[in-house]
């Protein structure tokens, strides 16, 4: 089972940018696709970008498109989330997540490994 590290998380102003990291143990990490979420206070966790096992695709909420970049190393097995612009609104807990082979990138039920999540805080 692949064993997730999220990391990166921090307190910023608005307009600042950040990057959260994901390290992944084992030595399939390369076959699957992997995705970011959050989840705000009081909010159910939501779908914010994905990225296909070899990093070739690459998908975003309409919130955060033209803000964020997910990418991915596979050699080091680490994914990682570059947010630029961030807003108030981006204050949540971010968590990356292993895909299953099946199932939509959008839905939290095709992720059946997470990471333990990182706080991140946009101060306006």
């Known amino acids: 089972q692949v064993q997730l590290v999220n990391s990166g998380g921090g307190l910023v102003q608005a307009g600042d940018s950040l990057r959260l990291s994901c390290t992944a143990s084992?030595?399939?990490?390369?076959?699957?696709?992997m995705g970011w979420f959050r989840q705000a206070p009081g909010k159910e966790r939501e779908f914010v970008a994905a990225?296909?096992?070899?990093?070739?695709?690459?998908y975003y909420a309409d919130s955060v498109k033209g803000r964020f970049t997910v990418s991915r190393d596979n050699a080091k097995n680490m994914v990682y989330l570059q947010m630029s612009g961030l807003k108030p609104e981006d204050t949540a807990v971010y968590y990356c997540?292993?895909?299953?082979?099946?199932?939509?990138?959008?839905?939290?039920?095709?992720?059946?490994?997470w990471g333990q999540g990182a706080q991140v805080t946009v101060s306006s």
């Open positions: 990225i296909s096992s070899e990093g070739t695709d690459k």
């Open positions: 997540a292993q895909k299953y082979y099946t199932g939509s990138l959008y839905y939290t039920s095709s992720y059946p490994n």
């Open positions: 084992g030595h399939t990490f390369s076959t699957y696709a």
